[in-house]
């Protein structure tokens, strides 16, 4: 029965005893509601602005992704079926007459990714900027107790 007590009746008693004590000090409460992000209408709406542009941004690519896709498809046939994609590559670059359009289609491609990437960049600096204001806000919530 000792040990029983000792590995089952004692940690449940001591988790016990801990939230009860948590709830006495009042931790786990829940912060103000204006430090809550997910309830912040201005940064669901940039997020959202966010997301829609990258959307548009990915429309726009989907063509293109496609149609580099055939080229380099036309690319690899006519190299061999061995040919590396560094080859491939070569043989697009290689030969505008050939493959009439690659050089622009690779231009749209790498401003697309651009475009992307500095999308991505700009939601990233929205979250981090909405979390720091978060934290700060916490952090002047702590203090006033």
Same mark, same amino acid.
């Given at each position: 029965?000792?040990?029983?007590?000792r590995?089952?009746?004692?940690?449940?008693?001591?988790v016990?005893?801990?939230?009860?004590?948590?709830?006495l000090?009042?931790?786990?409460?829940?912060?103000?509601?204006?430090a809550?992000?997910?309830?912040?209408?201005?940064? /669901? =709406?940039?997020? !959202?602005?966010?997301?829609?542009a990258? %959307?548009?941004? +990915?429309r726009?690519q989907?063509? #293109?992704? &496609? *149609?580099?896709e055939r080229m /380099? =498809?036309?690319? !690899?046939?006519?190299?061999?079926?061995? %040919?590396?994609? +560094?080859?491939?590559?070569?043989? #697009?670059? &290689? *030969?505008?007459?050939?493959?009439?359009?690659w050089?622009?289609?690779?231009?749209?491609?790498?401003?697309?990714?651009?475009?992307?990437?500095a999308?991505?960049?700009?939601?990233?600096?929205?979250?981090?900027?909405?979390?720091?204001?978060?934290a700060?806000?916490?952090?002047?919530?702590?203090?006033?107790?």
């Amino acid at each position: 029965m000792r040990n029983f007590a000792r590995r089952v009746v004692a940690p449940i008693l001591s988790v016990a005893a801990l939230l009860f004590f948590t709830a006495l000090t009042g931790c786990g409460k829940g912060e103000s509601g204006s430090a809550d992000r997910t309830k912040d209408s201005a940064y /669901r =709406a940039a997020l !959202k602005g966010s997301r829609d542009a990258q %959307a548009s941004i +990915a429309r726009r690519q989907q063509p #293109l992704l &496609a *149609n580099a896709e055939r080229m /380099r =498809a036309r690319a !690899k046939a006519a190299l061999g079926a061995g %040919a590396t994609d +560094a080859q491939v590559e070569s043989e #697009l670059d &290689a *030969n505008p007459a050939k493959y009439p359009g690659w050089k622009e289609l690779k231009a749209s491609l790498a401003q697309a990714g651009k475009d992307m990437d500095a999308a991505q960049a700009k939601a990233r600096a929205t979250i981090r900027k909405r979390i720091l204001k978060e934290a700060a806000e916490k952090k002047a919530a702590r203090k006033t107790k």
